[in-house]
């Protein structure tokens, strides 16, 4: 069964930094797409990165230049590295594959909050 498993949220002031894991199990993990995901209160889920088995990388225009994805395909890991966040960027943030794993409920993700 594919479990996903995010950490690393927390609170910080405008303009701080935080990284993000995803530990992924029961998948082929290095053999996927992975991508980040981010809910705001009130808004729909979006993707923010995504991360080829091999490493090509994509980045939405939310948040690029601010963040750098990143994955460990021995330890079945995807890290989300962010720095200089704004109020914007609050929400819960998540990890799936690219599409998602079918039939597989999401994680429950891990809240970023970011206040003055």
């Known amino acids: 069964q594919v479990q996903l498993v995010e950490s690393g949220g927390g609170s910080v002031q405008i303009g701080g930094s935080l990284t993000l894991t995803c530990a992924v199990s029961?998948?082929?993990?290095?053999?996927?797409?992975m991508s980040w995901y981010r809910q705001g209160t009130g808004n729909e889920r979006e993707r923010v990165a995504s991360?080829?088995?091999?490493?090509?990388?994509h980045y939405e225009d939310s948040m690029k230049g601010r963040i750098a994805i990143s994955r460990d395909n021995g330890n079945s890991t995807l890290y989300l590295r962010m720095s200089h966040l704004t109020p914007e960027d609050t929400g819960v943030y998540f990890c799936?594959?690219?599409?998602?794993?079918?039939?597989?409920?999401w994680g429950r993700g891990t809240l970023v909050t970011v206040s003055s």
């Open positions: 799936n594959k690219v599409p998602p794993f079918p039939g597989v409920p």
């Open positions: 029961g998948a082929p993990f290095s053999d996927v797409n």
């Open positions: 991360i080829s088995p091999g490493g090509i990388i």
